[in-house]
């Protein structure tokens, strides 16, 4: 999707990110050790299925056999699948899908997530976007290297936001057009 892919570049590089845009196409010949963050979007992946079909394993292998490991943010429904593909928690099959547009702190998240954020719950966009939603079950169960970010207001036991170990799910679909400036400075932080 040329047009969420050239929504998060202008938003990132408005704020002084340098960003290279790699279709998947361009995977297997891309060194992702030249990089410091690695995100996945949204329309690279659905359910089960990421990347190019036949390509799937040494794509992931690609992104993520590097020498030193690179932060990995999932975005929407791609993140969750290429996640998924990794046998990650944060990843396919544990979530489910629905519109929204907000998230409450989880009890856990760093303080530094939610810097200048308002109140919950925190308007991320202005009108329900398709999100992943990543179950919980009980918090005593979930694995030492996941931390829930941001939870489903009508349901606190799914996280659109989560993080395991160093890979990050943004388990929701839309750019940074739909974004409100609470939803930007989120993203940000």
């Given at each position: 999707?040329?047009?969420?892919a050239?929504?998060?570049?202008?938003?990132?590089?408005?704020?002084?990110?340098?960003v290279?845009?790699?279709?998947?196409?361009?995977?297997?010949?891309?060194?992702?050790n030249?990089?410091?963050?690695?995100?996945?979007?949204?329309?690279?992946?659905?359910?089960?299925?990421?990347?190019?079909?036949?390509d799937?394993?040494?794509q992931?292998?690609?992104?993520?056999?590097?020498?030193?490991?690179?932060?990995?943010?999932?975005?929407?429904?791609?993140?969750?699948?290429?996640?998924?593909?990794l046998s990650?928690?944060?990843g396919?099959p544990?979530?489910?899908?629905?519109?929204?547009d907000?998230?409450?702190?989880?009890?856990?998240?760093p303080?530094?997530?939610?810097?200048?954020?308002?109140?919950?719950?925190?308007?991320?966009?202005?009108?329900?976007?398709?999100?992943?939603?990543?179950?919980l079950?009980?918090?005593?169960?979930?694995p030492?290297?996941?931390?829930?970010?941001?939870?489903?207001p009508?349901?606190?036991?799914h996280?659109?936001?989560?993080?395991?170990d160093?890979?990050?799910?943004?388990g929701?679909?839309?750019?940074?057009?739909?974004?409100?400036?609470?939803?930007?400075?989120?993203?940000?932080?």
């Amino acid at each position: 999707d040329t047009a969420d892919a050239t929504s998060f570049f202008n938003f990132l590089t408005g704020n002084g990110y340098a960003v290279d845009l790699v279709p998947l196409n361009d995977v297997l010949s891309t060194d992702f050790n030249n990089y410091d963050l690695i995100m996945i979007a949204d329309d690279s992946g659905y359910l089960s299925q990421w990347g190019i079909p036949g390509d799937t394993a040494d794509q992931v292998k690609q992104i993520t056999e590097l020498d030193i490991p690179v932060p990995i943010l999932g975005l929407g429904e791609g993140g969750y699948a290429f996640f998924g593909q990794l046998s990650l928690f944060v990843g396919w099959p544990n979530g489910w899908h629905g519109p929204e547009d907000r998230v409450d702190r989880a009890p856990l998240a760093p303080t530094a997530y939610y810097t200048s954020i308002p109140p919950d719950p925190v308007q991320v966009y202005s009108e329900p976007v398709n999100e992943v939603g990543i179950y919980l079950d009980d918090s005593e169960t979930l694995p030492t290297d996941v931390v829930p970010i941001g939870l489903e207001p009508p349901s606190p036991d799914h996280a659109s936001l989560i993080i395991q170990d160093c890979r990050h799910l943004w388990g929701f679909s839309g750019n940074p057009r739909e974004m409100t400036g609470t939803g930007e400075d989120l993203f940000l932080n």
